[in-house]
């Protein structure tokens, strides 16, 4: 439905954002408990996956982002500038807005506190350039792919993260503490590798809103998602 056409067609668009994955944790030793019940079992499993999914996918959804797979027990998400458009093609940009990016962290600190007695989250972020397509056509069956290197960084970002925590790439934390940020604060030392990982603090600003953050350098050179603020913008008086 690229462009507003009522229509499927094959057709790619490449355009830059920030991605999330969401890994579900636990959802192995659930499943297994369930399944052992037998059909009571899987249909009560449906209903406890069925909830907690839903409650990811509705807060995704409300900071504009899109679901692009069900990996597994995990969901792929991508957050865009504007919609997917082949227009977009001819529009030059050549990294991330950090807005589109400080949705997508808001997003993260709100569903890795999703969780059942049996079931947490842990988040992974990147950013870049990607390249969303849809193949097919035979017997008018149809895949959506999305791909570029920071699809592939989620993985990393996946390995660094504690249960209920985020971790974001380095090119995440570049944009966020560019030169333009007023104020960072930097402690710890990153000169010697066996040194204490460094925490930066910054004051973002975005069009809406005044964000606080705080990242924690992992020895993989991920950063950790310690501390996320954020406050509306005081819209001056005319």
Same mark, same amino acid.
């Given at each position: 439905?690229?462009?507003?056409?009522?229509?499927?067609?094959?057709?790619?668009?490449?355009?830059?954002?920030?991605?999330?994955?969401?890994?579900?944790?636990?959802?192995?030793?659930?499943?297994?408990?369930?399944?052992?019940?037998?059909?009571?079992?899987?249909?009560?499993?449906?209903?406890?996956?069925?909830?907690?999914?839903?409650?990811?996918?509705?807060?995704?959804?409300?900071?504009?982002?899109?679901?692009?797979?069900?990996?597994?027990?995990?969901?792929?998400?991508?957050?865009?500038?504007?919609?997917?458009?082949?227009?977009?093609?001819?529009?030059?940009?050549?990294?991330? %807005?950090?807005?589109?990016?400080?949705? @997508?962290?808001?997003?993260? #600190? =709100?569903?890795?506190?999703? *969780? !059942?007695?049996?079931?947490?989250?842990?988040?992974?972020?990147?950013?870049?350039?990607m390249c969303f397509g849809?193949?097919?056509?035979?017997?008018?069956?149809?895949?959506?792919?999305?791909?570029?290197?920071?699809?592939?960084?989620?993985?990393?970002?996946?390995?660094?993260?504690?249960?209920?925590?985020?971790?974001?790439?380095? %090119?995440?934390?570049?944009?966020?503490? @560019?030169?333009?940020?007023? #104020? =960072?604060?930097?402690?710890? *030392? !990153?000169?010697?590798?066996?040194?204490?990982?460094?925490?930066?603090?910054?004051?973002?600003?975005?069009?809406s809103a005044v964000c606080e953050v705080e990242v924690?350098?992992?020895?993989?050179?991920?950063?950790?998602?310690?501390?996320?603020?954020?406050?509306?913008?005081?819209?001056?008086?005319?």
């Amino acid at each position: 439905l690229i462009d507003g056409e009522e229509s499927l067609r094959a057709a790619s668009v490449f355009f830059h954002g920030a991605c999330l994955i969401v890994d579900i944790s636990g959802f192995t030793a659930l499943s297994e408990g369930f399944c052992d019940a037998g059909k009571l079992g899987i249909d009560g499993l449906q209903v406890c996956t069925n909830g907690y999914v839903g409650d990811l996918v509705a807060i995704v959804q409300s900071h504009g982002g899109d679901i692009v797979k069900f990996a597994g027990d995990a969901l792929v998400c991508v957050f865009a500038e504007e919609r997917f458009t082949t227009s977009s093609r001819n529009r030059k940009q050549e990294r991330v %807005d950090v807005d589109v990016l400080i949705r @997508a962290m808001i997003c993260a #600190s =709100e569903v890795r506190c999703v *969780r !059942t007695d049996r079931l947490t989250v842990h988040v992974g972020i990147s950013c870049g350039e990607m390249c969303f397509g849809i193949l097919g056509g035979v017997e008018n069956r149809w895949e959506c792919l999305i791909s570029g290197p920071c699809i592939h960084e989620l993985s990393d970002c996946l390995d660094d993260a504690p249960s209920m925590q985020a971790v974001m790439t380095a %090119d995440c934390v570049d944009i966020l503490f @560019a030169p333009s940020a007023p #104020s =960072e604060t930097i402690r710890g *030392r !990153t000169e010697n590798p066996d040194s204490l990982p460094a925490i930066r603090t910054a004051t973002v600003h975005t069009t809406s809103a005044v964000c606080e953050v705080e990242v924690q350098l992992t020895s993989s050179g991920n950063y950790l998602l310690s501390a996320l603020s954020v406050a509306p913008k005081v819209q001056s008086a005319k």
